[in-house]
Antibody, heavy 118, light 111 residues
Framework: QVQLQESGPGLVKPSETLSLTCTVSGYSISSGYYWGWIRQPPGKGLEWIGSIYHSGSTYYNPSLKSRVTISVDTSKNQFSLKLSSVTAADTAVYYC???????????WGQGTMVTVSS | QSVLTQPPSVSGAPGQRVTISCTGSSSNIGAGYDVHWYQQLPGTAPKLLIYGNSNRPSGVPDRFSGSKSGTSASLAISGLQAEDEADYYCQSYDSSLSGYVFGTGTKVTVL
């Protein structure tokens, strides 16, 4: 079955760039579907960060668009998130997910906690 | 920015039926975009519970049901069980924001 796994540093310094990778197993990204990133600050709700198609087309949350870059590497069956100029407000659990044609996030990674602190 | 509003909490005794509302606007639910629901147990990733307003993925008990009308949607849990104690989120697409939006979240407590 399709599985997703996030990886990346758990601690990032303020003003630096947060970088995470989502590795997909059980399905080839190049076969289709959109793939996305969602985050959840401690004790708070879910926030969509952005999405990417296997072709590389991207869609970003307008509130984060100036700082976000999502890319895909079909040869490694991975997609990645870069968030620049981070502050403490970017501290959150970051999830990657597969997106159904209906727009539902149907398969999620386990999530990875990223703390922004010096 | 949560543009979908949910009650912060709902509670019920085992066996009872509870409903969670998700109120949007003419740029998301009211525009005809599908509503999806997620269950998040403590310390775990969200799990898709309902997609396309009222469809259950394989493995989701039929105690969970979804509906949509106008600018709102609802999730109903019948025959409430202790294991249903979790946070629940609705989600849709917003044309004004050109992106996906989540609800504010509702904590379900089983008394």
């Amino acid at each position: 079955q399709v599985q997703l796994q996030e990886s990346g540093p758990g601690l990032v310094k303020p003003s630096e760039t947060l970088s995470l990778t989502c590795t997909v197993s059980g399905y080839s990204i190049s076969s289709g579907y959109y793939w996305g990133w969602i985050r959840q600050p401690p004790g708070k709700g879910l926030e969509w960060i952005g999405s990417i198609y296997h072709s590389g087309s991207t869609y970003y949350n307008p509130s984060l668009k100036s700082r976000v870059t999502i890319s895909v590497d079909t040869s490694k069956n991975q997609f990645s998130l870069k968030l620049s100029s981070v502050t403490a407000a970017d501290t959150a659990v970051y999830y990657c997910a597969k997106i159904r044609r209906s727009g539902a996030f149907d398969i999620w990674g386990q999530g990875t906690m990223v703390t922004v602190s010096s | 920015q949560s543009v979908l509003t949910q009650p912060p909490s709902v509670s019920g005794a085992p066996g009872q039926r509870v409903t969670i509302s998700c109120t949007g606007s003419s740029s998301n639910i009211g525009a005809g975009y599908d509503v999806h629901w997620y269950q998040q147990l403590p310390g775990t990733a969200p799990k898709l519970l309902i997609y396309g307003n009222s469809n259950r993925p394989s493995g989701v008990p039929d105690r969970f049901s979804g509906s949509k009308s106008g600018t709102s949607a609802s999730l109903a849990i019948s025959g409430l069980q202790a294991e249903d104690e979790a946070d629940y989120y609705c989600q849709s697409y917003d044309s004004s924001l050109s992106g996906y939006v989540f609800g504010t979240g509702t904590k379900v407590t089983v008394l």
